[in-house]
Structure formats: structure tokens, C-alpha cells
């Protein structure tokens, strides 16, 4: 089966091209190293100096696609040249293709070809000067390293400088790929952090304007209506408030708004209090002394959660609240009454406990929630740094 060689490059046929008009300009022009006469010359006819620069010149069209193969045809080339008057041009695109072989080729044919050639050099130097006793046998040498290691020499050196930039760019692009990925990383937390505050700042407000209304239609009583209208407005200008204060947070380019909306443990007692209003039994006990603003908030998200899902699911009776902080912990409980439900039910999500859970695991801590005897349970345990005010 023949072996198909693949399609030299455009570049390459220009130097083939170019390299036999020249050694052809030259030979008809009489234009040779050596004479007819030279001992050295075995292929005296005038027409044998160009066997060699035809096969050169096609040693060209394989300088990239097969650069081992170009320089052991290119090899036999410049030694029949040597028998013949020779050609200038035969010479030189060897040194080209000497160079190509190790731009191009292999790397272990790069690695090789500069010792292989330098070991020529010196053997083509002190070997001659050694058997002739004569120094102009160094000169032999000095053609050797012309005509073969100073071309393998430099591109060794192209191809070091060519590596290393494809190893930066590769770095960049790499570098690049990283950077999208942190972005997109960043914008999908970002996007989880905006939905868990916006569920855990509107939905208490929510759930109680659902329950009331729901209330206030299926109970015939003015007084009953009444106040359950009131809760609703309450609770309506407050969830306005709150999503005016997010809105403001979002569109604030520089981010100084965000700490002043982040709510804090102080403002668990107005948090209970807008929870007996809607209806809720709750009694609250803290003693957590200074914890970072991270926890403090997660804390707060929490306890609000829960409230929110006691008002929506809880049978009556009475919600605990405990905080309390040891060991390095701050541990947050909140207990309801589990059990079936008379009256008016808003519907849920689940999305509160997937943020409660999604909260606690940011800051490295655990949390549970599911029924316990008579009771449903929320628990979480969020790590406190000592000296951490982040």
C-alpha cells in the first residue's frame, strides 16, 4: 500500500521553489566551489551538480510535515554533492533543513540533533588536524559546525522561545478559564444569597397577610374582619418597606446600604413582637453574648424562618426561641407545636428550610429540623470565631 505524504505547506514550496531557481541561476552561470580538476570531485560532468539541488530542493516540501525523513534524504544529498563541483545553494538549504528538523520535529529528534552535530564538529576538527599534522584541519570542523550545528543550535533556541510562549499562552487562557468559572460561581451565590434574602424579608409578611385574609373571608364577624384587616395592612406596609430596602440594596453599585439593612440578634424582640401580633404564642431566650455579624445574621434569617413556618404550619400553642452560646457555638432552637392544624393554612415552598440549611452550612455549622415528639424542631449550630468581625 503506498504511503501518502501529506500536503506540504504553502511556505515550504516557496523555499523549494525559490532554492532551485537560485542553485539553477547560479549553475548556468558557471558558478561552482570546486573545479572539474580537484581531487576531491569523483562526479566531474558539468550537469551532476544538479542530481543533488533537485532532491534538496524537494527535501524542502517535507521541512514541516516530515522534517526526520527531509534531512535523511536532504544527509545523502549533501554527500553526493561533495563529489561533485557543488552547489552553494545545495548547502544552504541543508542548513534549512537541519534547522526545520529541529523546529519541527520530534523532541526527542530536538534534544539529539544539537549534541549529535556539536559531537561532528569536534570530531571533524581534531581528528583531521591530528592524522594531517596540519591545523588547517580545523577547518573541516569549522564547516561542519557551519553547515550543521549552528543551524540546530538556532532552532533549538526558536523552539525553546516558541514553547515557552505556547506554555504562557496556554497559562492565560487557562488563567482565563479560571476567572470565568469564579464568576460564574460568584453570580450563582450571589443569586442564592438575593433569593434567600428576599424569601426571609418578605415571606413572614406574606404568610401572615395569606392566613388573615384567608380569616377574614371565611369568618362572618366584623370585629374579626376588622382586625384582620389591620394585621394585613401591617404586615402589607412593612413587606413594602422591606422590599423597597432590597431593591435600594441591589441597585446600590458601591455596596454601602447592605450593612445598615442586615438585621442583628438586637432586633430579635421586635422580631418575636410582630410574631405575637400575627397570632403567635412566642417567648424568647437568648444569651449569646458578642458573635460576628456573619452568624448574627444567619441567626436572626433563622429564628425568622422559623417564626414564618410556625405562623403558616404550627397547631396552636406555644413557639420557644432559645439562643445560646457555647463552646464556641451559637446554638439556635426554635420549637413549635406539630400536629394537625384547625383553620387557615398558607401554603409553603420548602424553599425557607433550603436557606436555613444552605445558611448554616456557609459558615461551617449544622442544622436539622423535622418533629420531635408533640413538637416540630428547628436546630442549628453556626460556628463562632473568637475576635471574628468580619
Given at each position: 500500500?503506498?504511503?501518502?505524504?501529506?500536503?506540504?505547506?504553502?511556505?515550504?514550496?516557496?523555499?523549494?521553489?525559490?532554492?532551485?531557481?537560485?542553485?539553477?541561476?547560479?549553475?548556468?552561470?558557471?558558478?561552482?566551489?570546486?573545479?572539474?580538476?580537484?581531487?576531491?570531485?569523483?562526479?566531474?560532468?558539468?550537469?551532476?551538480?544538479?542530481?543533488?539541488?533537485?532532491?534538496?530542493?524537494?527535501?524542502?516540501?517535507?521541512?514541516?510535515?516530515?522534517?526526520?525523513?527531509?534531512?535523511?534524504?536532504?544527509?545523502?544529498?549533501?554527500?553526493?554533492?561533495?563529489?561533485?563541483?557543488?552547489?552553494?545553494?545545495?548547502?544552504?538549504?541543508?542548513?534549512?533543513?537541519?534547522?526545520?528538523?529541529?523546529?519541527?520535529?520530534?523532541?526527542?529528534?530536538?534534544?539529539?540533533?544539537?549534541?549529535?552535530?556539536?559531537?561532528?564538529?569536534?570530531?571533524?576538527?581534531?581528528?583531521?588536524?591530528?592524522?594531517?599534522?596540519?591545523?588547517?584541519?580545523?577547518?573541516?570542523?569549522?564547516?561542519?559546525?557551519?553547515?550543521?550545528?549552528?543551524?540546530?543550535?538556532?532552532?533549538?533556541?526558536?523552539?525553546?522561545?516558541?514553547?515557552?510562549?505556547?506554555?504562557?499562552?496556554?497559562?492565560?487562557?487557562?488563567?482565563?478559564?479560571?476567572?470565568?468559572?469564579?464568576?460564574?460561581?460568584?453570580?450563582?451565590?450571589?443569586?442564592?444569597?438575593?433569593?434567600?434574602?428576599?424569601?426571609?424579608?418578605?415571606?413572614?409578611?406574606?404568610?401572615?397577610?395569606?392566613?388573615?385574609?384567608?380569616?377574614?373571608?371565611?369568618?362572618?364577624?366584623?370585629?374579626?374582619?376588622?382586625?384582620?384587616?389591620?394585621?394585613?395592612?401591617?404586615?402589607?406596609?412593612?413587606?413594602?418597606?422591606?422590599?423597597?430596602?432590597?431593591?435600594?440594596?441591589?441597585?446600590?453599585?458601591?455596596?454601602?446600604?447592605?450593612?445598615?439593612?442586615?438585621?442583628?440578634?438586637?432586633?430579635?424582640?421586635?422580631?418575636?413582637?410582630?410574631?405575637?401580633?400575627?397570632?403567635?404564642?412566642?417567648?424568647?431566650?437568648?444569651?449569646?453574648g458578642q458573635v460576628p455579624a456573619p452568624v448574627e445574621l444567619a441567626a436572626y434569617r433563622i429564628v425568622q424562618e422559623s417564626l414564618t413556618n410556625a405562623l403558616k404550619h404550627a397547631r396552636p400553642g406555644r413557639v420557644t426561641v432559645t439562643l445560646a452560646r457555647?463552646?464556641?457555638?451559637?446554638?439556635?432552637?426554635?420549637?413549635?407545636?406539630?400536629?394537625?392544624?384547625?383553620?387557615?393554612?398558607?401554603?409553603?415552598?420548602?424553599?425557607?428550610?433550603?436557606?436555613?440549611?444552605?445558611?448554616?452550612?456557609?459558615?461551617?455549622?449544622?442544622?436539622?429540623?423535622?418533629?420531635?415528639?408533640?413538637?416540630?424542631?428547628?436546630?442549628?449550630?453556626?460556628?463562632?470565631?473568637?475576635?471574628?468581625?468580619?
Amino acid at each position: 500500500m503506498a504511503v501518502r505524504l501529506p500536503r506540504p505547506h504553502p511556505h515550504d514550496v516557496h523555499i523549494a521553489v525559490g532554492g532551485l531557481l537560485g542553485g539553477l541561476l547560479m549553475w548556468g552561470l558557471g558558478l561552482s566551489p570546486r573545479d572539474a580538476s580537484d581531487d576531491l570531485v569523483l562526479w566531474p560532468a558539468y550537469w551532476a551538480v544538479l542530481v543533488p539541488l533537485v532532491v534538496m530542493a524537494g527535501c524542502e516540501l517535507l521541512r514541516r510535515t516530515r522534517p526526520r525523513l527531509g534531512l535523511v534524504i536532504g544527509t545523502a544529498a549533501l554527500v553526493a554533492d561533495t563529489v561533485t563541483r557543488g552547489s552553494v545553494v545545495t548547502v544552504v538549504l541543508f542548513t534549512d533543513l537541519m534547522y526545520a528538523a529541529v523546529l519541527y520535529g520530534s523532541p526527542a529528534l530536538a534534544r539529539r540533533l544539537p549534541w549529535l552535530t556539536g559531537l561532528l564538529t569536534v570530531i571533524g576538527a581534531v581528528v583531521p588536524a591530528a592524522l594531517w599534522r596540519d591545523p588547517q584541519g580545523l577547518l573541516i570542523g569549522v564547516g561542519v559546525g557551519v553547515v550543521a550545528l549552528a543551524p540546530a543550535a538556532t532552532g533549538w533556541v526558536v523552539r525553546n522561545h516558541r514553547d515557552a510562549a505556547e506554555a504562557a499562552r496556554l497559562r492565560a487562557e487557562q488563567t482565563a478559564l479560571l476567572a470565568e468559572m469564579d464568576r460564574a460561581q460568584a453570580v450563582t451565590a450571589e443569586r442564592a444569597r438575593m433569593a434567600r434574602e428576599l424569601h426571609d424579608m418578605v415571606a413572614n409578611h406574606l404568610s401572615a397577610i395569606a392566613i388573615h385574609s384567608t380569616a377574614a373571608l371565611s369568618l362572618d364577624e366584623p370585629e374579626t374582619s376588622r382586625d384582620a384587616l389591620s394585621v394585613i395592612r401591617e404586615n402589607s406596609v412593612e413587606g413594602l418597606a422591606e422590599m423597597r430596602r432590597l431593591i435600594g440594596i441591589l441597585r446600590d453599585s458601591g455596596g454601602d446600604a447592605e450593612p445598615a439593612a442586615a438585621p442583628t440578634l438586637d432586633g430579635l424582640g421586635a422580631l418575636v413582637d410582630g410574631a405575637r401580633a400575627n397570632g403567635l404564642d412566642v417567648t424568647l431566650d437568648t444569651d449569646h453574648g458578642q458573635v460576628p455579624a456573619p452568624v448574627e445574621l444567619a441567626a436572626y434569617r433563622i429564628v425568622q424562618e422559623s417564626l414564618t413556618n410556625a405562623l403558616k404550619h404550627a397547631r396552636p400553642g406555644r413557639v420557644t426561641v432559645t439562643l445560646a452560646r457555647r463552646d464556641g457555638v451559637l446554638d439556635v432552637r426554635v420549637d413549635s407545636p406539630y400536629g394537625h392544624r384547625d383553620g387557615p393554612r398558607a401554603p409553603g415552598s420548602g424553599a425557607g428550610l433550603v436557606g436555613m440549611r444552605e445558611r448554616a452550612a456557609l459558615l461551617g455549622g449544622t442544622f436539622d429540623a423535622g418533629p420531635d415528639g408533640d413538637h416540630w424542631a428547628v436546630r442549628a449550630a453556626l460556628p463562632v470565631t473568637e475576635g471574628d468581625s468580619a
